[in-house]
């Protein structure tokens, strides 16, 4: 059932919602974006049903990674909104979520590497590395936990970046056993479920990045 499910179904919504609010308030733009919209899905629904082998597990994959994207966004908007330049940052940018970055953008690399070769001999080592990476990483985002002077009850702003940080914290935590399971129940049979590791540890690795530029450096 779950493996079956498709993200058309709240795309189409979505797209009637703006297409009969343009309709009701004459936003011309707005007509012209569900027609466009609507050749989209029309598309994507001809495409899953003629390959409905191709679009298995993997939509309930995005699907779910656009449920993250809402929200981490909604805790990054909140961070941004509360942010009066007053209270200042967790940690300094330049000091251990900069090297967090070193770590999980070269794990992101070292995975990408291990997805290219998999199958192959060693591209088993390559999973090691990413997992090493991304162990390390969870040790530096633990001693900035320890280290840091304020709290989730401190204030506003501080409680945000602390419940967004530590959602981030959490997956990277279920990337690094993802690959942990992936490595020891066997790296080189399942090429779909090594795919799905991969593409979810590059999810984790690219909400890092905002993480990092909107709560630690801005």
């Excluded at 330049?85 to 967090?100: I, K, Q, W």
């Excluded at 590395?129 to 990483?137: K, T, W």
């Excluded at 900035?144 to 970046?161: I, K, M, N, Q, S």
Aim: with cysteine.
């Amino acid at each position: 059932m779950w493996g079956m499910m498709s993200w058309l179904p709240v795309y189409n919504s979505w797209v009637v919602m703006v297409g009969i609010v343009s309709l009701f308030l004459w936003k011309l733009w707005g007509v012209f974006f569900f027609l466009g919209a609507l050749i989209f899905s029309a598309y994507f629904l001809v495409w899953e049903v003629f390959f409905p082998h191709l679009s298995r597990y993997a939509m309930a994959f995005w699907l779910f990674i656009v449920s993250e994207v809402a929200i981490f966004g909604s805790l990054l908007l909140t961070v941004l909104w509360n942010d009066d330049g007053g209270e200042g940052a967790l940690s300094d940018s330049l000091e251990l979520p900069f090297l967090g970055c070193f770590l999980l953008l070269t794990s992101s690399l070292t995975a990408t590497v291990y997805h290219h070769c998999f199958g192959l001999p060693y591209s088993w080592v390559f999973l090691l590395i990413s997992i090493f990476l991304g162990f390390g990483f969870v040790c530096l985002q633990l001693w900035e936990f320890f280290d840091c002077e304020c709290d989730v009850l401190y204030c506003t702003y501080f409680g945000a970046a602390f419940c967004t940080v530590g959602l981030h914290f959490s997956h990277v935590v279920a990337g690094v056993g993802a690959m942990t399971v992936l490595l020891v129940s066997g790296w080189d049979t399942n090429h779909f479920y090594a795919s799905v590791v991969v593409w979810y540890w590059h999810s984790v690795d690219y909400v890092w990045l905002w993480v990092y530029l909107l709560i630690y450096y801005v």
